[in-house]
């Protein structure tokens, strides 16, 4: 009986593959219902693109005449209502410098500019940063990371950024920065050019 039924549904569904084989080969020779596809535009030099996507970093470039276009990483994070929080930019910095690696990270007005931003990478490994202005977007620390804090992202999988806000003055703001895809996509990150 169980056999039977077996090649009963087998046989069904062999027939309703085989018709909308037909259907769709009849509707592709009368060219309906297939998409022509939109053309993609090619950014304007000077105007950023997304080049790419590497786990949770965007590999946003800039086009440039030459086609050597320099690219940055970034990550909008947000909260559990799925509402934007910050958003932070990371580019690679010349050597020779004590940090290997820069960030601006973007909070929300009314941050509390008089406590400063932490990020922390675990429960031993935070530190402190001010913020530099803040602008109608948002304000704005301006980071360095040294090679022991690129490390330290890419063997993470989460780090947070904490802030206090001027509707919650005594609590932290807990922001997390998500790690994942972090080591290839830094690699695709290239130096800023004075």
């Not at 080049?51 to 030459?66: F, L, P, Y």
């Not at 940090?99 to 601006?104: E, G, K, Q, T």
Request: aromatic share 8%.
């Amino acid at each position: 009986m169980l056999n039977r039924f077996i090649t009963v549904f087998f046989f069904f569904v062999f027939s309703l593959f085989a018709s909308m084989q037909v259907l769709w080969a009849q509707n592709a020779e009368a060219g309906e219902g297939l998409s022509l596809g939109l053309a993609v535009p090619t950014p304007e030099i000077g105007q950023p693109y997304i080049a790419e996507r590497v786990g949770d970093w965007n590999i946003r470039c800039v086009r440039t005449q030459d086609g050597n276009d320099p690219c940055e990483l970034t990550q909008i994070l947000i909260n559990n209502k799925n509402e934007p929080m910050a958003e932070v930019v990371l580019f690679k910095l010349p050597a020779g410098q004590p940090a290997v690696a820069a960030a601006n990270i973007i909070v929300p007005l009314e941050t509390l500019l008089n406590i400063p931003l932490t990020i922390s990478f675990g429960p031993e490994t935070s530190k402190k940063y001010p913020y530099s202005f803040c602008t109608s977007v948002g304000c704005i620390a301006r980071i360095g990371l040294t090679e022991e804090d690129i490390v330290l992202m890419k063997k993470g999988l989460v780090a947070q950024i904490i802030i206090a806000h001027l509707s919650l003055p005594n609590e932290n703001v807990i922001i997390e920065l998500s790690l994942k895809g972090f080591t290839a996509a830094y690699q695709k990150a290239t130096m800023l050019q004075n």
